[in-house]
């Protein structure tokens, strides 16, 4: 490294980065954002090729033929429910147990932090179901487990009924050498939860449960299903998970093989894959099925029971049927066969999956992005707040602020602290002063608390923020650019570590925060810029993702609609965090906002 | 409706007299145990015992004669100065709650536990060769036995046989959860029996069979005995076990009834003609009226095992009248009885760098409370800290009375951790401990270390009250099942529970790109860390560019003539 030694040649550098630090800086943002979008681009993803050497050569020859019966039992378990009025517990312990299950229970309750209102639930109680096949001659050290979800209504008995029958042909096998568990849990994602914390005996998320009283070992991976209707067009392949979690890439090859064999259409994010790439269609077909995933998975939520099984390292996925108006129908054997097909290769692992990839984005089922190649986009995005330390000026307060003399340790200090606080109170108040607000407003408890997070995200905005006058008097130049160097340097810190965990959760933030970050100086027209920084400030990023996303699954909606979109989905964030500890809202309420807010506060130095 | 048809026995000959008692007296017994479980399952129990009276260990005299009793292992005995050894090969899970107590129990995988004479002076390297021959013998990998799987329990295994020994300096005890049992194991084991696989009870045992099973498990014990009730000189006892569970779901399709030949898809043909006893027990406690054993049997036995009277029809096979056919069996599937003592053990918690392990045992019985004896082995990377150890029975501390803890040494030894635990009645005893996933260096990792790692099963031991009176006499028409473990009261019989392994996951490295992993190191500390490094120790001078030869020449004459120099 010549360059960095040699004084002349270093300081070439250093000025050629000073003197065309802009250009660079815009350079690096479009090749970030046209990267990214090049990565719809069939010729530069790679195919996907399954792994897992112990799921690859041994295929398996499907035999399930109860598809009838397992319809028939669907209406059969449709009418316990009904009469139940809710999970028919007692029903699915007689029918597992006559299958030659071993039958346990699982009571759960929970009161959510506040109502509830796109599910209509606030107190829950419900009951898990689940039988374990024992395999022959294992030693209960490892398990699969497959899981239906007992909603109300007329939804997903066809699955339970479906589970029932597997459960039925799986037991007359002789060839597992993993105990499978079969779950029914009720009340969606929170049953899931219950079950989730009760066998592996942890308590995070405050929820109460009775203990298991079975157990199989280490789960290695988990499959959910959800079907509605007796007979369907396609499958749906869900992956995402808790926190933009996903599985390992190989549970996904191997349910696009299976789909392939048996000869069933199968979609992601419900879009079916096409061939022409090379024309215009093909690629924004690509681009929309890829920006789904990056949506859904920068939210943060579980998108089916499987994503809670992620946070334990048990490789999971959701399979949905979907019943549209295509001529070309599967029934409930070529599912049955697909399942168990999918189940039998699980069972013949030697090893947790962990061959394939762990980071990736589909593009479509059979072409993947790997996390080498969609992290320069990112990396593009992120080495713009790193450039812009080094903008003639900052860098030199940084020696000078390091100096125990100098006032700019302090001056930094009370924004720092102060937009903190506001983040730590957008965290805590919305849920706590929920009673309070009800009190005093005509609004219920949802509204409330929505409400209070948009208030005090708006009251933060107009904080005086300027309060380092008291400590060293007027604004000084050099005070403002101490403050944009930790600014710029802290919100490369949150969007790297963001980045490297949830990428889109990572991507989407620094394609609206850094340009207005990486330019903002006090000397800036105030008014215009104002706007500016708020039509790009993180609240803002939610709703265009709103409208995004409603687009995408080509249902697009008017601004109103949109507005109670978003609302729903601030309290679904909140509901997610206290529910099941998604982090996407402490992370944005917490560290995001605070660091926008000294940006605002920049901008706004004197 | 359960139905054994076509048991055909076929008797050659009244042989037991024709043994002519050698210079030292040897005797062979074989016994087959079936009895129906709640669950619906058959439960199969083999026992051949051998009996010799002669000693291995005593100084001076050389045994080297052997009729029954097989010359492997009683040369293994007397080289290695073993007063007692155990050994079993398991492939499955015993389900005490579905199925109740086994007659003798054992942990999935192997077990190996010895006893040597207190004669021995290097006991370690006694057992390291011990291992190696037994892995020789029974075709199993028990050369994987060595310091860092074996521990010395002070208390949980105490000797079967004759002998108070108690200095716990002289046992070890190992187990190997991943050993997987299968035909090549079985094959030596059977060679060790007098009459092989020809003839007798073991001609049932065709593999293809024996591991189409929900369990199997077979095992071999040796132990010095008394020789009569006097126990005024010592004979050695080999036993032979075989266990073996079949589960009629999965092979009767959904029909409950069975017979030998579905079950071993062979009949008994003869009774070895070297047994002095060969007998065919059939549990019918359960609901005799509604069994249908055909042939019927007049010959009806009681027995009390595990705390229970249990009837049983007997087949004598070495009796001409077992003649006749044996079928039509049938069955009432009756509540399931709670065993009195039940363990299992889970780890709790997610990530890889802790967890918790949590050991449950049950006691069922209503009204009794009794002590048991808990051992635990876990490897020594899972750091265990023992200060987090809380036993908890109806959500109380419950302070255990004796603690028995050995610390983990690094690749070295596991910890060992025996408690003697009070269960209050009808209670469940929560142990838990929590540890940390210790970093192995990249060579100790096992070929598919995604696998996970195992951890043996624990071990609880308990004097567990009975609900009717043993007998505490030994008498010589006791069945061999019920008369493994000596009673020693007549109001409590020992049972010893396995809970089931661990599969734990450590945290791993990617093996799958060691080539890339190394580029990446490399060009790291190559490029980042050696010019950052060069960057801060290199002093920077601003270079003179030293003068032209001419120049230097001409100073040189000026510095002579001692006029100013040129710049």
Redesign the interface.
């Known amino acids: 490294?010549g360059l960095?030694?040699d004084?002349n040649r270093r300081k070439a550098l250093t000025g050629l980065l000073t003197r065309l630090n802009t250009p660079i800086c815009i350079v690096c943002y479009l090749a970030g954002i046209v990267w990214f979008m090049g990565l719809a681009f069939e010729p530069f993803t790679l195919r996907t090729y399954m792994s897992e050497n112990a799921m690859g050569s041994t295929m398996v020859e499907e035999r399930f033929s109860s598809g009838e019966r397992a319809l028939s039992l669907a209406k059969e378990f449709d009418a316990h429910k009904r009469k139940a009025g809710g999970m028919p517990v007692e029903w699915l312990v007689k029918a597992m147990q006559s299958r030659?299950l071993?039958v346990f229970t699982q009571s759960f309750s929970r009161k959510l932090p506040f109502p509830d209102e796109n599910k209509e639930r606030y107190m829950v109680r419900g009951t898990n179901v689940y039988g374990i096949l024992?395999a022959?001659?294992?030693?209960?050290?490892?398990a699969l487990v497959i899981t239906a979800p007992c909603s109300p209504g007329n939804t997903n008995n066809q699955a339970v009924a479906l589970l029932l029958a597997l459960a039925q042909y799986f037991?007359?096998?002789?060839y597992w050498a993993k105990d499978i568990i079969f779950l029914v849990n009720e009340h969606d994602l929170i049953g899931t939860q219950a079950w989730l914390e009760g066998y592996?005996?942890?308590n995070i998320t405050g929820m109460e449960y009775s203990p298991l009283q079975g157990?199989a070992?280490?789960i290695q991976a988990a499959l959910s299903l959800e079907l509605s209707s007796d007979v369907i067009t396609s499958l749906d392949l869900v992956l995402e998970g808790l926190n933009g979690q996903l599985p390992n890439l190989d549970l996904a090859n191997l349910f696009y093989a299976f789909c392939q064999k048996l000869g069933v259409l199968c979609t992601i994010q419900g879009k079916l894959q096409r061939n022409d790439w090379d024309t215009a269609e093909g690629y924004t077909h690509a681009a929309q099925t890829m920006m789904l995933m990056v949506l859904k998975q920068a939210c943060g939520r579980s998108w089916g029971d499987h994503g809670l099984f992620l946070?334990?390292?048990i490789e999971a996925a959701s399979v949905r049927g979907i019943n549209s108006f295509r001529h070309y129908k599967t029934d409930a054997t070529t599912i049955g066969r697909l399942l168990e097909g999918m189940v039998r290769k699980l069972n013949n692992l030697?090893?947790?999956l962990?061959?394939s990839y762990f980071f990736y984005l589909l593009p479509s089922l059979s072409r993947f992005v790997s996390i080498g190649y969609y992290m320069p986009a990112f990396g593009l995005l992120a080495v713009i707040l790193l450039l812009r330390v080094s903008f003639p000026g900052l860098c030199h307060c940084f020696s000078v602020s390091l100096q125990p003399s100098s006032p700019g340790v302090l001056t930094v200090l009370t924004p720092v602290v102060i937009s903190h606080l506001t983040g730590v109170a957008l965290y805590l108040l919305p849920v706590h002063l929920q009673e309070m607000a009800v009190e005093h407003f005509p609004v219920s408890e949802t509204e409330a608390v929505v409400l209070t997070a948009i208030a005090i995200y708006t009251a933060g905005l107009a904080l005086p923020h300027n309060t380092q006058r008291l400590l060293s008097g007027e604004g000084t130049e050099q005070g403002w650019k101490v403050l944009k160097l930790t600014a710029l340097l802290y919100l490369a810190v949150l969007l790297g570590c963001t980045a490297l965990i949830n990428f889109s959760l990572g991507f989407i933030l620094a394609v609206t925060l850094v340009p207005i970050t990486a330019s903002i100086t006090p000397h800036m027209p105030k008014a215009l810029y104002a706007v500016v920084m708020v039509l790009l400030s993180p609240a803002f990023t939610i709703l265009y993702c709103v409208f995004i996303y409603q687009e995408l699954i080509e249902a697009p909606v008017s601004v109103s609609e949109g507005w109670m979109l978003f609302l729903s989905v601030i309290s679904q964030g909140i509901l997610d965090h206290a529910l099941y500890g998604s982090l996407v809202y402490p992370l944005l309420a917490l560290f995001i906002y605070p660091c926008w807010l000294m940006f605002w506060n920049i901008l706004f130095w004197n | 409706m359960l139905i054994l048809s076509s048991l055909l026995l076929f008797i050659l000959t009244t042989h037991s007299e024709a043994l002519t008692p050698a210079a030292a007296r040897d005797e062979f017994q074989e016994e087959l145990v079936i009895r129906p479980l709640h669950s619906g399952d058959i439960y199969a129990s083999f026992q051949f015992r051998t009996l010799w009276d002669t000693d291995f260990l005593q100084e001076g005299q050389k045994v080297s004669h052997y009729r029954l009793f097989p010359k492997s292992l009683g040369q293994v005995l007397s080289k290695f100065s073993v007063r007692e050894l155990h050994i079993s090969f398991t492939q499955g899970f015993w389900r005490t709650m579905q199925w109740g107590q086994p007659f003798i129990p054992s942990p999935p995988g192997a077990e190996l536990w010895v006893w040597f004479h207190d004669t021995v002076s290097d006991v370690d390297g006694n057992w390291k060769e011990l291992t190696n021959v037994l892995s020789g013998i029974f075709c199993a990998s028990l050369n994987f036995i060595d310091l860092t799987n074996t521990v010395q329990p002070s208390a949980s295994f105490k000797p079967l046989g004759l002998g108070n020994a108690t200095d716990h300096r002289f046992l070890r005890y190992a187990t190997l959860p991943r050993e997987i049992v299968c035909t090549e194991n079985l094959t030596p084991w059977k060679k060790l029996l007098p009459c092989g696989s020809k003839a007798g009870l073991a001609v049932l045992m065709k593999s293809e069979k024996l591991f189409h099973s929900s369990f199997h498990s077979q095992a071999v014990h040796i132990r010095p005995i008394c020789q009569d009730e006097q126990c005024s000189s010592k004979a050695w006892e080999l036993r032979q076990t075989l266990n073996v569970v079949f589960d009629l779901h999965t092979s009767g399709q959904g029909k409950k009834e069975w017979s030998l030949f579905k079950m071993f898809s062979r009949t008994l043909t003869e009774a070895c003609p070297l047994a002095s006893s060969s007998k065919v027990y059939v549990d019918i406690t359960d609901n005799p009226e509604l069994f249908e054993l055909s042939p019927a049997t007049p010959l009806l036995g009681q027995a009390v095992v595990l705390g229970d009277r249990r009837t049983y029809s007997v087949y004598d096979l070495s009796r001409a009248e077992t003649f006749g056919q044996l079928r039509s069996f049938n069955l009432l599937l009756r509540d399931m009885l709670r065993p009195l003592l039940h363990a299992e053990r889970y780890v709790a918690g997610f990530g890889l760098q802790t967890g918790e392990i949590h050991t449950v045992i049950y006691n069922n019985h209503p009204y009794r409370a009794f002590p048991v004896l808990l051992m635990d082995s876990v490897p020594w990377y899972l750091q265990l800290y023992i200060h987090t150890l809380t036993v908890t029975s109806k959500s109380r501390d419950n302070k255990p009375s004796y603690i028995h803890y050995q610390p983990a040494k690094d690749r070295h030894r596991p910890h060992l951790l025996e408690m003697l635990i009070q269960l209050p009645p009808h209670s469940m005893t929560e142990v838990t401990v929590q540890f940390e996933r210790a970093l192995l260096k990249w060579t100790e990792y096992t070929p598919d270390p995604n696998h996970g790692f195992y951890v043996g099963s624990s071990v609880v031991s308990a004097l567990v009250p009975s609900m009717v009176a043993m007998r505490t006499n030994f008498t010589q028409d006791q069945p061999l099942f019920s008369s493994f473990v000596p009673v020693k009261e007549e109001s409590s019989y020992f049972v010893r529970v396995y809970t089931e392994p661990l599969l734990v996951n450590l945290p791993t490295p990617d093996f799958s790109m060691p080539y890339n992993v190394i580029c990446l190191t490399c060009t790291v500390v190559a490029v980042g860390y050696g010019s950052f490094y060069n960057l801060l120790t290199r002093t920077f001078q601003v270079d003179e560019p030293s003068p032209p030869l001419s120049k230097r020449l001409a100073n040189l004459i000026r510095r002579m003539r001692g006029v100013p120099l040129l710049t």
Do not use: F, K
């Open positions: 490294m960095l030694s004084p030659g071993e024992r022959p001659r294992a030693p209960r050290t490892e037991r007359n096998q002789i592996h005996h942890t157990r070992g280490s946070r334990y390292h030697l090893e947790r962990h061959q």
